[in-house]
């Protein structure tokens, strides 16, 4: 069956950085769109970042310019570089994959199949 581990969260300072990463089992990895989401306690799970099969890659608003998504095809891995960290970074991070194809990005939750068990990102101040 599908698996998908995160790995690498922690605690960071305020302007850290941290680099996670999602290694995926019981799939053709290259055939799969790749995502992260993240989700703060007591809100609605957010969408992050995806890869597209051709690895070109889409971020939310709130990361863009700060975070890039990458895809290791040869190692079946994607990983979320997270650069210029924030104290409103704070959630666990969820990787996901998809086998929807289409022209565009996927940037909602439920276009998503299988998740990750999620990681914890704290960012203090």
């Known amino acids: 069956q599908v698996q998908l581990v995160e790995s690498g969260g922690g605690l960071a300072q305020a302007g850290g950085s941290l680099r996670l990463s999602c290694a995926a089992s019981?799939?053709?990895?290259?055939?799969?769109?790749m995502g992260w989401f993240r989700q703060a306690p007591g809100k609605e799970r957010e969408f992050v970042a995806t890869?597209?099969?051709?690895?070109?890659?889409y971020l939310g608003d709130s990361v863009l310019g700060r975070f890039t998504i990458a895809r290791d095809n040869g190692k079946n891995t994607v990983y979320l570089q997270m650069n210029n960290l924030k104290p409103e970074d704070t959630a666990v991070y969820y990787c996901?994959?998809?086998?929807?194809?289409?022209?565009?990005?996927?940037?909602?939750?439920?276009?998503?199949?299988?998740w990750g068990q999620g990681t914890q990102v704290t960012v203090s101040s």
């Open positions: 019981g799939l053709t990895f290259s055939s799969y769109g």
């Open positions: 996901a994959a998809t086998a929807l194809q289409g022209r565009g990005f996927f940037y909602t939750a439920d276009s998503y199949a299988w």
């Open positions: 890869v597209r099969l051709d690895s070109s890659t």
